[in-house]
Nanobody, 121 residues
């Protein structure tokens, strides 16, 4: 069983910064892409940023230049550094990871429980 545990959410004023972390634990062979998604009230869940095991990244246009995703493969952890936060960034942020349980397995998608980020104006 794979678990993703997120931390680092909270309340911050506009223009401030937060850093989210997500650590994967359990028994598995490897982790491919890891990423962050968010869901604001009344809206669909959307991709924020993701990073491959090789370090390639992509970002939603709305966060480019403000957010940075990174990962520590040795710790099975992905981070999201969020700077210049705006009220529109308020949402529940979810960690996602594509995990291969065994060397012969296809990758399965796993989700964290979510962490609330609230940006006040």
């Amino acid at each position: 069983q794979v678990q993703l545990v997120e931390s680092g959410g909270g309340l911050v004023q506009a223009g401030g910064s937060l850093r989210l972390s997500c650590a994967a634990s359990g028994s598995f062979f490897s982790i491919n892409t890891m990423g962050w998604y968010r869901q604001a009230p009344g809206k669909q869940r959307e991709l924020v940023a993701r990073v491959t095991s090789g370090g390639s990244t992509n970002y939603a246009d709305s966060v480019k230049g403000r957010f940075t995703i990174s990962r520590d493969n040795a710790k099975n952890t992905v981070y999201l550094q969020m700077n210049s936060l705006e009220p529109e960034d308020t949402a529940v942020y979810y960690c996602n990871a594509d995990v291969r349980p065994r060397s012969y397995s296809v990758a399965l998608g796993y989700w964290g429980q979510g962490t609330q980020v609230t940006v006040s104006s």
